[in-house]
């Protein structure tokens, strides 16, 4: 049996959710350092072929945070699914740096936890952490993504071959 293995998420913070944060740290976060929601889009991987060598490249899948991520309804891009997440902004970089980010980790994660098994959702299962720190006088900006996931023991393992997802659903239902 072939033991089952998921890539890492690759996370992207595009230049305009740095602007975004700014506006809202201004004018409506102020001097708060509580968590709030956040939206990203995350996009499959695909495969390039190199002009030069003719071998495939394969870029994984991405995360990327824009620069609507503060709005409360963000709409999917086409080929993305809207994940929602929680930023905690800090006020200086040195609480950045010396929060304990293991214990800010795991309340994400038992929110998360709690989600599927107090309110029966599915919907955090995908959730993501955003730490930052936004210096404004010098437009410095420092960040630390969290995808956290449950692990399965035992590991789960693939006992028949590889199959398309198009064998098993129909093509409305496996729809983005």
Do not use: C
């Amino acid at each position: 049996m072939v033991l089952a293995q998921f890539v890492a998420l690759s996370s992207v913070v595009q230049p305009g959710f740095w602007h975004a944060l700014s506006d809202f740290k201004i004018n409506d976060y102020r001097l708060s350092d509580d968590a709030v929601p956040i939206s990203a889009s995350y996009s499959v991987g695909r495969a390039l072929t190199d002009r030069e060598s003719g071998s495939v490249v394969d870029l994984g899948a991405t995360l990327a945070v824009g620069d609507h991520a503060l709005e409360p309804d963000i709409r999917a891009r086409p080929g993305t699914v809207v994940v929602r997440g929680m930023l905690k902004n800090f006020n200086t970089l040195e609480d950045f740096r010396s929060a304990d980010k293991t214990a800010l980790f795991n309340e994400h994660v038992e929110m998360m936890w709690n989600s599927i098994t107090v309110s029966r959702s599915s919907a955090e299962l995908s959730s993501f952490l955003l730490l930052s720190f936004a210096d404004l006088k010098h437009y410095r900006y420092y960040y630390w993504f969290a995808f956290p996931a449950f692990v399965a023991k035992p590991s789960w393992q693939i006992s028949h071959a590889w199959s398309s997802a198009a064998d098993h659903f129909s093509s409305d239902t496996a729809s983005l």
